[in-house]
């Protein structure tokens, strides 16, 4: 049976042996190794996978050469041919000599994991309690988990080398900064055993193995030991949470230096954590390093981006926060981290005294004061007796105290007034003006929530609400806050939700008050032959946004807003035509939206419709729509114009490459002024240069040129002369097959040539390996004498068979002469001789029909020519 697989790799001496080989691909180089190493044998070895038979080299000029089986060799089923099937063999060897090198006991042994021989290499170190595990085979994690115990049961540690890129590096490398690596490179007849270390970006750098060194902790390189010296503390490992929490600093304890998650920029804190639906629980929380750490005195939530943080070594767990936001007085009352701090007992005020226990009281003219009384009185008090004044507050502390202050009110059911609040939070509150009074409840209920009370509707100023009140919910985005007819009774319905909220217990906040007018009723008019009724002329009221429609239809002066609207309407309409379906239906719609607020704020009649849609918007609403529209179409505009730019430049690659391919088929002459070239002298020319090389050519290799015939028919062609002349070798037999041996029609070919054909393949392949040392004879420079040939014409065995003369001569002319010299009986003669036995045996056509005569060369009469 012929091989035809590519077997690259070997073990020297027996099918036992651990002693691998590489074949060198390129002919040069096995020529050299033949010389250097004459008395090697190579087996196909059981610690491959193989099956124990012995193996022949193949030299190839035209293709990579390579090991084959013998043709009587039985049936191998080695799964792994190619250059890196004996890797763990040269990695076992590589350990050994590094072992003898370093003069460090150990054991070495190859691994079959299911799929070979060659799955992994384990390496015991006994003197230091250290393995190694070169891991050669794909693992899943779950596979290394189990190993590593069991590895690690005799062991103080285990080292992993892995040889190919997956999902157990990556873990590596994340939890100890690095991962050692393994790869063999071919050089000449072996693979040199390299050791790498991949670091966190990916890059590896290597190591030759004599080059490493063996230590109680392991197998270490330069640059393991680099890495050991730079690497950062392993990370570890992160678990999304869901649903948020709520936490509150706890200053009273200090994060351990020492904890796995501390990290350079961010800060490492105690705290107490409360996650959605858990209680309490004292944990480590983890904020970002570039702001300060937050005060202790709030709770705080997380939002959805919070993370667990654990460690697989017992370090415990963390919470890891990016974002987090301060939680209002009753919004953290509730979740049990904080209660509001108990409200300063005011002084007792003097009771009021009558003028008559006044009276009483003061001494009579006659009688005299002490002197120590009136001293006591008249003198002033010492400056060192008063108390020292406070440090003043900063602005972001006079609006938490503030906002506690209205919360207690609030907890009480009061409302209070400004000069309260600064005696109770800050004196130089009574100082502010209207508009710093403005700005500060402004911050204090920033930012407007439906969930939240405006806690400003808690100061009045007198009965009323305070007048700038509507100023406040102007600037907070309240719709409609202008009307100031409704403003007291929005202040109440206000208040009422502020007790609600911060009540013990809290209860249900009722809706907050609509400040939005309500249309007027008109009266419409039946007129007959009139037109359609006038539109409803409806004041809108005006706030900071939106400017409203005066009297009859005149428009009041925009706000620069509502300038800012017009002109960014006018910047979204010019570039329409330019976009693409879809963005330009959803710009018109911006679009129409926009300049139908713009048309009822021009006072503008409009159907019922529009204007409920239209009438709760301010001009700052649809300027934030129309800017998002605008930065989308220019994101679009900008994409279109990228990909017009690439498809320009790939029309111009495409048309120059055109431009070249044309004007390199005008240099090119013209197929008429070529002669053609006769496929058969081209295939001669290739064959006789393979020849003189000493070489074959695969069938697939041959030049034909566009000849639509196939290969058999040009070779039969080639040959069909050679078979007369005795001194003209079969160039056919330098053609192999794809997997090597003759190729598949070579008996059509020695038919052809009108030679002989062998029964066996064996006879065939004997035939075949004469005439490829006949054409490399004949065309080698110098020539070489040229064997004999060993099939003879089968018109010598036809004429041989016919006229048998009394000294056993056979004559091979048609007229039946005697011959002499080199005739049919001498190519008969040298066959047998070279045959040795004088059994080879060829198919002659009967001169009869029926079954073909049996004709052979060897002697002893008549018995031997039966097969």
Known sequence: MLDHRLVQTAVIGNKNSDHPVILPMDAWELDRWRKAHPSYSYWCGLQLGGCGGELSDRRYTTKVCHFAHHAT?????????????????????????????????????????????????????????????????????????????????????????????????????????????????????????????????????????????????????????RIHLTRPRPRPTVFPLQGGLVFALAPEVDAPADSPFAVEDRHLLVADVKPVDSPIVRALVSLPGDTDVPP????????????????????????????????????????????????????????????????????????????????????????????PAPAPMTRSELVTALRDALANHARLHTTTTWETLARTVDPELAKYSHTDRRHLLVELDSPLRDHAPVLSALIREGDAPLPYLADVLSRLGVAYAGTASRIKRWATVEAERAFAAYGTPPRTMPPRFSLKPEQPLVRQFARKNAGPPPAAKVRRPADRHVNTAGPMGRAVADTSMVKRLRSLVRELTEPLRLLDKPTRKR?????????????????????????????????????????????????????????????????????????????ARSREPSRRSTPAVD????????????????????????????????????????????????????????????????????????????????????????????EQERAHAAHVRPPRPLPPRLVPRVAALEDGARHQDLSGRSCAEPDGERCGGRGAEADVMAFAGAGGDGSMHFLVPGRKEGRPEIAGNGQGGPDHMLS
């Open 296 to 387: 202790a005195e709030h709770v705080y939530r997380v939002g959805d981006g919070a993370r667990l943080l654990i460690t697989e070594s017992g370090g415990g767990w963390a919470v890891e926060a990016n974002r987090y936001t301060r939680l209002n007085a009753h919004e953290a009352q509730r979740t049990g981290l904080w209660i509001p701090p108990a409200a300063p007992e005011a002084p007792p005020a003097p009771e009021p005294v009558s003028r008559t226990a006044q009276a009483q009281a003061s001494p009579t003219p006659t009688t005299p004061v002490p002197a120590t009384t009136r001293t006591a009185v008249t003198e002033p008090p010492s400056p060192h007796d008063a108390p």
């Open 679 to 770: 496929p058969v002298d081209r295939l001669r020319r290739q064959l006789v240069g393979v020849a003189s090389q000493g070489g074959t050519i695969v069938l697939g290799d041959l030049d034909t040129g566009q000849s639509e015939l196939g290969s058999r028919h040009w070779l039969l062609t080639l040959d069909r002369r050679a078979g007369a002349d005795a001194d003209t070798p079969l160039l056919s037999a330098l053609v192999t097959a794809p997997g090597g041996g003759p190729v598949a029609f070579f008996r059509d070919i020695l038919t052809a040539a009108g030679l002989a054909v062998p029964q066996t393949d064996k006879a065939l392949l004997t035939i075949w390996k004469r």
């Open 587 to 663: 710009a018109r719609k911006t679009l129409s939206e926009a300049q139908t607020w713009l048309a009822h704020h021009d006072g503008v009649p409009l159907p019922a419709a529009q204007r409920a849609k239209v009438a709760d918007r301010s001009s700052g609403y649809y300027v934030r729509l129309v800017e998002d529209e605008l930065k989308a179409v220019n994101d679009s505009l900008k994409a279109t114009n990228q990909r017009a730019d690439k498809e320009a430049k790939r029309q111009a690659r495409l048309e120059a490459a055109e431009s070249r391919a044309r004007s």
């Open 73 to 225: 060799a039985p049936v191998c089923h080695r799964k792994n041919n190619g250059e890196s099937s004996a890797d763990h063999l040269f990695i076992k060897r590589g350990v050994q000599r590094l072992l003898g090198k370093r003069k460090t006991k150990g054991r070495v042994e190859t691994r079959d994991l299911g799929s070979g021989p060659g799955d992994a290499v384990d390496v015991h170190l006994p003197g230091s309690r250290r393995r190694l595990r070169f891991q050669l085979s794909a693992l899943d994690y779950r596979t290394w988990r189990r190993t590593d115990d069991e590895l690690a049961a005799d062991a103080d540690g285990v080292d992993w080398i892995f040889s190919s890129e997956g999902p157990i590096v990556q873990q590596f490398v994340g939890r100890h900064g690095y991962c050692l690596r393994v790869r063999c490179e071919t050089v000449g007849g072996e693979r040199r055993v390299h050791i790498g270390a991949e670091a966190r970006d990916r890059t590896v750098s290597w190591t030759l193995l004599d080059e490493c060194v063996l230590t109680p902790s392991g197998i270490t390189t330069p640059d393991t030991e």
